[in-house]
């Protein structure tokens, strides 16, 4: 019975006001359902129409690009590559943002000034970074000249790529480790460790679990910004068989609306599978974008 | 500031999940009249303030206002002062700024809301506060600018949910005693709804004891108290000693631990009796008992005693006498302070 | 005190972390005021490049300006509505509402605007004017707008307050503006500044939406990327490094606030 009268209490304390409030908030959500229903529900659907039309005989583009080695291999590298790149991001960005956020020390806010700046640059910019720490002329070129008698350069290949979308990955795993271990209990620790477990099984039974949920979710907006970052890609070269840069060639090069539409429904639906996946992993946490 | 008589006539409310907050109310405030509303938590007072402030509106029933039927006019045309239980004072306004916001609201000019608000200011004694911002206030000082916003617009009805709960026991006491004060010399219908019975007591001129979303009793502080309707009103407001009974002598009635003084014909199973009223004696009293423990209040010192009952009695004593455990103590007590209850 | 060995390994890591995210950008500032690159500082520094630069690209740097500040507006008055009804309803249709909004940019942006391409692009004059691009933008920025301020919004015990204004009479419209609104500044300035921020380097979206005359500064900057010399591509993004910084550092600023707030 207490139980019920509790209930009762609860949504007397919420009540009414919200329903009646309710005609007003429909209004208000009203400018925000129209623009996303108009430029962005509308396309999208019309995207995914104009992927299944046939054109020359050739199958509708989802089947030109699901039987195509060349496509499939694309986006196979593609989501290789961005796997490889969330779990290096992950690895680094989750060292340095358990240190930033445990330690204290001076410098330490400067620290994490700077290392989240680069948070919010444009991919062609990342690109243009990455040329010039390993492109023809940058600091590696430079370094393997001195060291070795010949120029390292590896910014125009996949190697570069991995670079350029570690750069922008990097902040953004930062702080949320970070965000992450500020909200974790400190008195599960200290209980393990009074329980004599040394360090690294603290780490591995305790503040890796603790973390998970953080990781999981930041891993997945890592993932889906790798898969789609088509700005550091293009200023490397768009010779490199990515999706993003594949897409664009078929749209810009060949005119072919309809696969280059296929291979977009493809990609955003493989990224979008992804974030799914890690939202039903760790329920209850919200994704920070 | 006059008064408005306030009328729910059969008012119901249930939620979605289909529990029923309040069952059919009927409830007549009258004009310039403080009701305290007082329960437990979940009994169904805050909801019937919310309904009487156009916060919730009732699935059944009226709300009168006069003679004006209100049931449909949301809060914000029905003219009511409300101060809500954590004050919800607007963060980004000054004092001032709160005080005013009603008055702008109605669209009063700028000398007659910067007049009004002195007054108010003047009321609640925060002259000097005026321009401070919400977070530089104490707890007491947000209850009266509270206070003084929900009256500034001179409402009809003056709401109070859990006025002073949010205030540490020292200050609510003498807020407690400011509020009455100002209540009275303003006149105004006010209704507020508490869990302390103590602040039910001291300022309501009639209390409405609420259970499981009905009416409990409703009646003056002193009825309650002294002539509670059930044992539920009875245990809610002050302590209670019940005492059952195994039988009749000439002029008393048999209990645990000796014979009360009873002189009505009836035979009650149970009678009640308030800590207060049982008086230790040193000669011949009517109930014998073992104390148990003494502990010291202040102005009396409540004292534990076992008679052999399913429970020990308590008895407030303002003698400074000290008793030691164990000790054999007499008891007496008036026939009038002995009640029998109806379930 | 006295630091543990793991302490300094740690240290030594993020240090280079750092300087992995650093030194590029200290390289592309110094490129970009040297006289020659090749021959390095020796060669001296120079403005020449910058000059050179604002020569050819100023129309992309205003362009861009005046995107981000209609898109900050647009956002705005799309988007402090829609996040109060998100708020405001908290059921499962607003749920799916949120999910709906974060969809742009979760999606590549590539295929968002070939999406809008495909459908609006035969529409000539949209098709070439800024407000195409414009379009793209809000859609990839709105939930960062709508995110932080339903932050606030969720914190401030908004319902409470609205009720107080209520009681005090004031009607929906009313309570909007001069309780909601107020109480979640923080916020939506917090939005806006990561909105103008994005916006300003928006490329996914914008390299394809553009036209050659309604180029961003990032198409600019990608442009010259592949097609200048380096100095003056270093050049080009020391200009875009010095809009952006600012506005990062007071988004920083703003956001330790916020977290400030959420504590007491």
Not at chain 1, 102 to 124: K, M
Not at chain 3, 94 to 113: D, N, Y
Not at chain 3, 181 to 199: E, W, Y
Request: with cysteine; glycine share 8%.
């Amino acid at each position: 019975m207490s139980s019920t009268v509790l209930k009762a209490h609860n949504v007397a304390a919420g009540g009414l006001l919200k329903r009646r409030l309710r005609p007003t908030a429909a209004w208000a959500l009203a400018p925000a359902a129209a623009v996303l229903a108009a430029f962005w529900l509308l396309p999208l659907a019309h995207l995914i129409v104009l992927g299944g039309q046939q054109r020359d005989g050739a199958g509708s583009g989802y089947w030109q690009v699901l039987s195509s080695p060349q496509y499939l291999g694309s986006l196979a590298q593609t989501c290789v590559l961005a796997a490889v790149v969330t779990l290096a991001a992950l690895l680094v960005g989750g060292i340095t943002g358990v240190f930033l956020a445990r330690q204290r020390f001076f410098g330490r806010t400067t620290l994490v000034a700077l290392l989240t700046f680069p948070l919010a640059f444009p991919g062609v910019v990342v690109g243009f970074l990455v040329i010039l720490l390993a492109g023809r002329q940058g600091l590696f070129a430079m370094l393997g000249l001195k060291l070795a008698g010949e120029r390292w350069v590896f910014a125009y290949s996949l190697a570069g790529l991995f670079l350029g979308y570690l750069y922008f990955s990097i902040p953004r795993v930062i702080l949320t480790i970070m965000a992450a271990c500020e909200s974790l209990d400190r008195s599960l620790e200290e209980a393990a460790h009074s329980l004599g477990a040394g360090h690294w099984r603290v780490v591995c039974d305790v503040i890796i679990p603790g973390l998970a949920p953080a990781l999981v979710s930041c891993g997945a907006i890592c993932f889906a910004t790798s898969m789609g970052a088509f700005g550091t890609a293009f200023t490397l070269g768009t010779q490199l068989n990515v999706t993003p840069v594949a897409i664009y060639n078929v749209f810009t090069n060949y005119a072919n609306f309809t696969v280059a539409a296929a291979l977009s429904v493809v990609l955003g639906a493989l990224t979008w599978a992804v974030l799914l996946l890690a939202r039903r992993m760790v329920k209850q946490s919200r994704t920070v974008l | 500031m006059t008064g408005t008589t306030l009328r729910l006539i059969g008012c119901r409310k249930a939620f979605s999940d289909g529990t029923v907050a309040v069952h059919d109310l009927n409830l007549t405030i009258e004009a310039g009249e403080t009701l305290a509303i007082l329960g437990p938590s979940g009994c169904g007072k805050t909801t019937t303030l919310r309904m009487i402030a156009g916060l919730e509106r009732p699935d059944v029933g009226q709300v009168l206002f006069g003679d004006h039927d209100v049931t449909r006019l949301p809060i914000e045309r029905r003219d009511v002062g409300m101060v809500f239980q954590n004050y919800a004072l607007f963060p980004n306004l000054t004092v001032e700024g709160n005080i005013a916001y009603g008055l702008k609201v109605r669209g009063m000019s700028v000398a007659e809301r910067n007049k009004r608000c002195a007054e108010l200011l003047e009321l609640v004694g925060l002259q000097e506060h005026a321009k401070r911002g919400i977070h530089e206030l104490s707890g007491g000082q947000r209850q009266r600018v509270a206070l003084a916003r929900a009256l500034a617009p001179r409402p009809k009805v003056l709401l109070l949910d859990e006025p002073l709960a949010a205030l540490d026991a020292q200050l609510r006491e003498r807020l407690r005693s400011e509020l009455d004060q100002l209540l009275r010399s303003l006149g105004i219908t006010s209704v507020f709804v508490t869990h302390d019975q103590g602040e039910a007591m001291a300022l309501g001129d009639r209390i409405l004891v609420m259970q499981q979303g009905r009416i409990a009793q409703l009646g003056t502080p002193r009825e309650i108290y002294q002539q509670p309707a059930n044992p539920f009103v009875a245990g809610f407001v002050g302590n209670l000693n019940a005492f059952s009974v195994a039988g009749r002598t000439v002029n008393g009635l048999k209990v645990s631990g000796g014979e009360l003084p009873w002189a009505e014909a009836s035979e009650p199973s149970t009678v009640y009796c308030r800590p207060e009223h049982l008086r230790v004696v040193t000669r011949e009293g009517h109930l014998h008992g073992r104390l148990l423990g003494q502990f010291f209040q202040g102005a009396q010192s409540r004292l534990l005693i076992e008679v052999g009952a399913a429970q020990p009695l308590l008895v407030d004593s303002a003698d400074s006498v000290i008793h030691a455990p164990g000790d054999l103590i007499a008891l007496a007590i008036e026939p009038q302070a002995l009640f029998a209850l109806h379930p | 005190m006295k630091r543990s060995s793991l302490f300094i390994a740690q240290l030594l890591f993020t240090l280079l972390v750092c300087a992995f995210m650093l030194v590029p950008v200290l390289m592309s500032l110094v490129a970009g005021l040297t006289r020659n690159y090749f021959q390095g500082v020796s060669s001296g520094l120079t403005f020449d490049w910058i000059a050179q630069v604002w020569q050819a690209y100023s129309p992309t740097v205003w362009l861009s300006l005046q995107l981000a500040v209609a898109c900050a507006v647009c956002v705005c008055v799309i988007g402090v509505p829609a996040a109060y009804a998100l708020v405001r309803m908290n059921n499962r249709f607003s749920r799916a509402f949120e999910e709906l909004m974060v969809l742009p940019v979760a999606m590549p942006g590539l295929a968002s605007a070939l999406a809008l391409l495909l459908t609006y692009g035969q529409f000539g004059s949209f098709r070439s004017s800024w407000l195409f691009i414009l379009v793209g933008h809000v859609l990839f920025t709105l939930p960062f707008l709508v995110r932080p301020v339903m932050a606030v919004m969720q914190r401030q015990h908004l319902p409470t307050l609205e009720e107080a204004a209520a009681s005090l009479g004031a009607g929906p419209l009313r309570r909007f503006f001069s309780v909601v609104v107020p109480n979640c500044r923080a916020g939506i300035l917090a939005g806006v500044l990561m909105v103008v921020t994005l916006s300003l380097g928006e490329f996914n979206l914008t390299w394809m939406l553009h036209t050659p005359m309604t180029k961003t500064l990032p198409v600019g900057l990608a442009d010259s990327y592949a097609s200048a010399r380096l100095e003056v591509a270093s050049a080009y993004t020391l200009i875009f490094l010095l809009m952006i910084v600012p506005l990062l550092v007071a988004l920083q600023a703003i956001s330790a606030r916020l977290s400030r707030g959420e504590q007491r």
